[in-house]
């Protein structure tokens, strides 16, 4: 190949008169050097005239005199008309220290257009020599043989699927082959490419997994989507591009039961065929980072905050599908025709963020900051609006997690007035997704469920619900003994074993108070926990005389009284 008739660009400024062409003008004597820039990665562009199929570039990065724009670290990338319509890696090097020659050698790949990306160099510089292509022709001329031409767009009328098929076979060595035959294969069936997608998805497991950061949560796992805001239709191909193998879902309907088809992708080329359902392409768990590639895709509008409008959601015209909501802290599916209905633009994002506090005041509560860092849910909770005939609001939980359904009624999650979240649906639904009775015992989990709803209407609507049960009531009048909303990440963080006995000892720690007295009887408490809370005094002041109304008044005659005796006993 004429490498003068190479197209080469970069946004990188020449150092005087060390041009660019000069890295394929195959003189090692000259070189393109450039100014100072501290910007990375730095991106230099070749396009050749015609595509060529190749498994290794070299270039040299010597500066005569000294080492400015030495290349240390660098990524090589490729297009073509055909299987990468968008940037691919295919390259990344090891970091160097020395000046010289640089050797990239990967697959056979087709390509028209490559890129040579600079993630460090020294001085912030680029400095080039020369580069080299090397071409394999023998690839090339097997490509001829069933493509119309090098570009590789359209696979030769006389071949039939099974011919395009047993050549793929023949050619199996060859990665690129088969991925350019299932391109070839997909645009006889299904017409020309005349969109392409590219989505970036991140892996939500990087720091924690998720089954140990609700461990230590003491928690459920919810069920950990991510829409790609791709339609698929049933009995019609649907062409994509991964950078790793993953599993993605196919979900029909979501309802109190969601329905979905699996489908495993393999690095590389792959086409999806639903021949029973049609429905939305998600993630579900994913814990890596994915780029990936759609071939004339159905786009669908989801809602994402900070990544679209409100009347992006109003500009289709089809009201009956649901729409994916995303919070920081939350997804929800939701009904397009109920969203446009009942809110304007601010009350829409209102309701977000109303949702979004009341969780983040529950990880609070559930003593996140001592499992991740502040402000980080990476682990959304999953609503669903639900349907009709679903009788009422439901923990669901399948294989892959958890969620959240109601009935029909999504006002009682999804709410422009933040106290309306607060009622008695949202909160026996949600104390169920965050209290995990088999990590905390099924005794245990009961008070802890009955404190965390107790908690959300003192903070939200600032009463505190009525209890028949005589024991439960015990416990909210050691809430308003207590006084704060930390009471139970305190005991949360305090109960190491899931019993009643651990729970009242612990109890009795934070209030420095002999609790056991209310509990001996009901509980079968052991003569080991009772001795553990006589280590503290009694209230002095009968727990049953405090409600919500006079806990402040309670407090101060319980501690008059405690100094009082603390007088006489001196």
């Not at 980072?289 to 786009?299: G, Q, S």
């Not at 926990?529 to 005659?557: A, F, M």
Request: proline fraction near 2%; include cysteine.
């Amino acid at each position: 190949m004429n490498k003068e008739l190479i197209k080469i660009s970069s946004a990188l400024i020449a150092d005087g008169e060390n041009f660019l062409q000069h890295i394929v003008d195959n003189n090692m004597d000259t070189l393109f050097l450039s100014v100072v820039d501290g910007k990375y990665p730095k991106d230099i562009y070749f396009e050749f005239p015609e595509s060529i199929v190749l498994d290794r570039v070299d270039f040299f990065t010597n500066h005569p005199t000294n080492d400015d724009g030495k290349i240390t670290k660098y990524e090589i990338l490729y297009k073509n008309s055909s299987s990468a319509k968008e940037w691919r890696s295919i390259y990344v090097s090891n970091t160097y220290s020395s000046k010289g020659i640089r050797i990239a050698k990967f697959e056979p790949i087709l390509a028209k257009n490559m890129c040579l990306r600079i993630h460090a160099s020294s001085s912030k510089k680029v400095a080039i020599n020369n580069i080299e292509f090397y071409i394999r022709e023998d690839l090339k001329e097997k490509l001829l043989e069933i493509f119309e031409d090098i570009d590789c767009k359209k696979i030769i009328e006389s071949y039939s699927l099974k011919d395009i098929r047993e050549f793929k076979i023949n050619n199996k060595d060859y990665n690129f082959i088969g991925e350019l035959c299932e391109v070839g294969k997909y645009i006889r069936l299904n017409g020309a490419i005349e969109t392409v997608k590219t989505i970036k998805i991140q892996g939500v497991e990087k720091d924690i997994s998720a089954e140990e950061f609700f461990e230590n949560l003491k928690s459920n796992k919810p069920l950990v989507i991510t829409p790609l805001n791709i339609f698929v239709e049933k009995q019609r191909e649907l062409l994509l591009v991964t950078d790793k193998s993953t599993d993605i879902y196919i979900i029909n309907e979501i309802g109190k039961d969601i329905i979905w088809k699996k489908e495993r992708l393999g690095k590389g080329m792959n086409i999806i065929y639903s021949k029973d359902i049609s429905g939305d392409l998600y993630l579900i768990n994913n814990r890596v980072d994915l780029e990936m590639v759609v071939y004339n895709p159905i786009e669908k509008t989801n809602f994402k905050l900070g990544d679209n409008r409100f009347s992006q959601v109003l500009k289709d015209e089809n009201l009956d599908k649901n729409i994916f909501v995303a919070g920081k802290s939350f997804n929800a599916s939701l009904s397009k025709k109920w969203i446009v209905e009942n809110f304007n633009e601010s009350e829409f994002i209102q309701s977000i963020e109303n949702l979004d506090t009341v969780l983040d005041y529950i990880y609070f509560l559930m003593e996140r900051t001592d499992v991740y860092s502040e402000n980080i849910v990476p682990f959304k909770t999953f609503f669903i609006q639900g349907k009709s005939i679903d009788r009422e609001a439901s923990y669901e939980k399948v294989d892959l997690g958890s969620y959240l359904s109601f009935a029909n009624s999504p006002e009682k999650f999804f709410n422009k007035n933040i106290q309306n979240i607060i009622n008695e649906d949202f909160c026996n639904v949600i104390r169920e997704l965050f209290i995990n009775e088999n990590i905390v015992g099924v005794e245990v989990s009961k008070v802890f469920k009955f404190l965390l709803k107790q908690e959300l209407y003192i903070r939200y609507l600032r009463i505190q619900p009525e209890v028949e049960d005589v024991t439960l009531n015990i416990w909210s009048k050691i809430r308003l003994v207590h006084g704060t909303e930390r009471l139970i990440p305190k005991l949360i963080r305090g109960v190491i074993e899931p019993t009643l006995d651990n729970l009242v000892l612990v109890a009795s720690q934070i209030l420095e108070r002999n609790l056991s007295i209310y509990f001996k009887e009901v509980y079968s408490l052991s003569e080991e926990t009772i001795q553990g809370c006589e280590k503290y005094p009694s209230l002095h002041v009968d727990i049953n005389w405090i409600t919500y109304e006079n806990q402040r008044e309670y407090q101060l005659e319980e501690v008059r009284r405690f100094n009082e005796i603390l007088r006489r006993n001196q």
